[in-house]
């Protein structure tokens, strides 16, 4: 991890070719039998057929249903973070852990608000509640004696193999490292998250981690630094998690206008626009509907 950025992203897509950071193989498929065999094969054996490649989308479930690698999917708005988890991510968990009972007992599907929960469906709950953490309030040996006094959340802790978090750009960093030193003492593990699988999903570059300052003292640089340094990201644990970066590459909100799309990219990385970008924008602009006449509402 000390040769990697803080927040490697590694190009993957949807139904396109994929970059992945790590290199992964797919397994060779089983010798099958057969009536002949060719050139230096055994009668009735077929040899060990290379299988076809994986496409991004099958990779990214048969990584989350076989393997124990902490995930980070990441990509712009309107790229289907929500949709991979629903439709591939959760399906993939269901699979692995065998039966509906023993995905309710070893998977936590979880987001930082329960507006965020609600659209990634029944499964989903919010961290706070989940993990008996509430707010977040004191240190983490404060948590720790509150989740011990509980018994049914002290078993979710035993029992946890995978929490899934969305919108996991809101949780800071001292969050994170509370979480993962209750996690640590809970498991009796010096791991990270006590040797939890963690799957993150979101983007840095969209909501930040909640803050502290009063929103009367208006916005300013000063303040946007403080929240910048809140990320997860910059939490002491985030090195030893090694999170494995996928980000989603195809939009498809703005599938029908790539300018669109090209220049919210440049806008979320806070690149220039030039004179070009706007001309591109022409026959799009037109072709959208119209809006009411204002005179309609009245004043």
């Known amino acids: 991890m000390d040769a990697r950025p803080a927040l490697p992203v590694a190009a993957a897509g949807v139904g396109s070719d994929a970059k992945i950071r790590r290199s992964h193989k797919r397994p060779k498929a089983s010798v099958v039998s057969a009536q002949a065999g060719g050139p230096g094969v055994a009668p009735g054996v077929m040899p060990a057929l290379e299988a076809p490649p994986l496409k991004p989308i099958q990779w990214l479930a048969h990584e989350v249903e076989h393997k124990r690698t902490n995930l980070l999917v990441s990509s712009p708005a309107g790229y289907g973070k929500t949709t991979v988890l629903k439709k591939v991510i959760i399906p993939a968990l269901l699979r692995g852990s065998g039966s509906k009972a023993e995905f309710r007992k070893r998977v936590w599907v979880t987001a930082m608000t329960s507006a965020a929960a609600r659209q990634v469906g029944k499964h989903a709950r919010t961290l706070h509640s989940m993990a008996g953490v509430g707010k ?148 799009a602009m037109h072709s959208a509907q119209p809006l009411a006449n204002v005179d309609d509402y009245g004043e």
């Open 136 to 283: 977040f309030a004191g240190t983490a040996e404060t948590l720790l004696e509150n989740i011990r006094s509980k018994p049914a959340v002290l078993a979710r802790w035993k029992a946890v193999d995978t929490i899934v978090l969305e919108e996991c750009s809101l949780c800071s960093a001292v969050n994170m490292e509370k979480l993962n030193a209750v996690a640590q003492q809970l498991r009796g593990s010096a791991q990270f998250m006590g040797g939890i699988r963690v799957i993150l999903m979101g983007d840095f570059l969209q909501l930040p981690p909640c803050s502290d300052l009063k929103a009367s003292e208006g916005p300013s640089v000063y303040q946007y630094q403080r929240v910048a340094n809140k990320y997860m990201f910059k939490a002491r644990c985030w090195d030893q998690a090694d999170f494995l970066c996928v980000r989603l590459s195809h939009c498809w909100r703005h599938a029908q206008c790539p300018r669109i799309a090209q220049m919210l990219e440049r806008l979320r990385v806070a690149v220039e626009w030039d004179d070009t970008m706007f001309e591109a924008l022409g026959p």
